[in-house]
């Protein structure tokens, strides 16, 4: 009997129902398949790359303590250079606070100036810190006086001082290891005489002094200084002095208000203007604000040029205009200018004499040191030529008390 229309309808939406359900489980199943191949290509992958990186460590291990002079530390880089360093720390406190142990670094000037201008907004430091002396010695070579200097440290902790030596690039101060100038020369530039290169000299050296938290003041000197007291003598009198001590007074005459240039306006006015001897003795403080300074630096590098000297006339000025208050306007340095003309009287072997060399440790006048009046005002003097060597050092323990 043939079969109603309703009914074959209904066969064939019964047909396709199982069609579609068997569909989905071979579905399923070529997805879960495929989904198991390549978690297994993957896990294959992985275990092959953790067995080659733990080959290389093992060979880099090997390589490393079979040849550590050319291979560099797996450790942190740290921005100074630290030569045969196994292992450089360079977050630890020892490394913040002396990070040129050897001088040595990649910075430019801009870099380092920036890096030494930091100042600790939390005055109590979290140490015992004892106070250095920076002596800074800015030289175009040799340093014919360092015997002198080196009777001058011997003996005294180095944790009380620390030397700077800023000279031509490329050039080695000979000297021997025991030495406290034994590679103390910072990364340099070339200076020129009566140019503002001069200033800049005197700034990167301040500025590699005080990347050591532990340095406090900071004394500017040459190849031809010489100290007139001994260490104990200089350490108590920089250290407890309140003031810095860079000269800066108001000359009316063609050397001073004569070199001053209208172009300087309206940073700098006429009767704002000062000149001092350039061999400043200065505190941490007004060291860090003179790296850090730009604007006033700028107009003298654009406007002090010869016959005006950037270095006898900007931190005179600068400090004069903002920073009198911390300044003794006044050098520890003694020279003798008597003899007219761009350079000081030079003192050879001939002129040193006991009589001489106490005239300048005491010539009867009177300076202030903070608030009392005392008879030691030049702590340095200058200019010696190597020939004054011998006789000084004749003179050292007698005389200068070293």
């Known amino acids: 009997m043939a079969r109603s229309r309703g009914e074959k309808e209904e066969s064939f939406h019964d047909k396709n129902t199982g069609f579609l359900k068997l569909l989905q489980v071979v579905s399923f199943l070529v997805v879960f398949v495929v989904g198991v191949v390549i978690g297994l290509v993957t896990s294959a992958h992985i275990n092959r790359h953790l067995g080659a990186q733990t080959e290389t460590y093992s060979f880099i291990n090997h390589f490393s303590s079979s040849s550590k002079e050319t291979t560099p530390p797996e450790t942190n880089y740290c921005p ?41 907004g939390k005055k109590e430091y979290p140490y015992e810190r004892v106070p250095k002396v920076a002596f800074l010695f800015l030289t175009r070579g040799p340093l014919p006086l360092m015997p002198l200097w080196e009777r001058f440290f011997q003996g005294h902790d180095n944790k009380l001082f620390s030397v700077y030596v800023h000279v031509v690039p490329g050039y080695r101060v000979n000297a021997s290891t025991t030495s406290p100038f034994y590679r103390r020369e910072i990364p340099s530039q070339p200076v020129s005489w009566g140019s503002v290169t001069l200033v800049d000299a005197e700034r990167r050296l301040l500025a590699n002094a005080l990347l050591d938290f532990s340095n406090e003041r900071f004394v500017l000197l040459s190849e031809s200084c010489i100290p007139v007291y001994n260490f104990p003598t200089v350490y108590k009198y920089l250290t407890g002095s309140k003031y810095s001590f860079v000269e800066s007074y ?26 001092g001897s350039q061999w400043f003795e200065l505190g941490r403080t007004l060291a860090a604000i003179i790296v850090a300074e730009v604007r006033y630096y700028t107009v003298f590098s654009k406007y002090c040029l010869p016959a005006c000297y ?48 106490r005239s300048i440790r005491n010539n009867g006048a009177l300076c202030q040191y903070n608030s009392e009046m005392t008879s030691i005002c030049n702590l340095f003097a200058r200019k010696f030529a190597p020939t004054a060597l011998e006789p000084l050092l004749e003179l050292a323990s007698s005389v200068m008390e070293f």
């Open 310 to 357: 950037p270095d006898e006339h900007y931190m005179a000025t600068y400090f004069n205009m903002f920073h009198g208050s911390l300044n003794s306007n006044r050098t520890v340095t003694w020279v003798d200018w008597s003899v007219g003309g761009p350079h000081p009287a030079m003192y050879g072997g001939e002129n040193v004499t006991e009589d001489f060399v």
């Open 250 to 275: 108001d000359d009316a005459g063609r050397f001073g208000r004569g070199r001053y240039s209208r172009r300087m306006l309206p940073d700098i006015q006429l009767y704002q203007w000062r000149k």
């Open 80 to 120: 100074a250079v630290v030569q045969n360093c196994e292992k450089v720390d360079c977050l630890s406190m020892a490394t913040f606070l002396e990070p040129n142990k050897n001088l040595t670094h990649g910075m430019s000037d801009n870099e380092l100036f920036w890096r030494a201008s930091f100042v600790p």
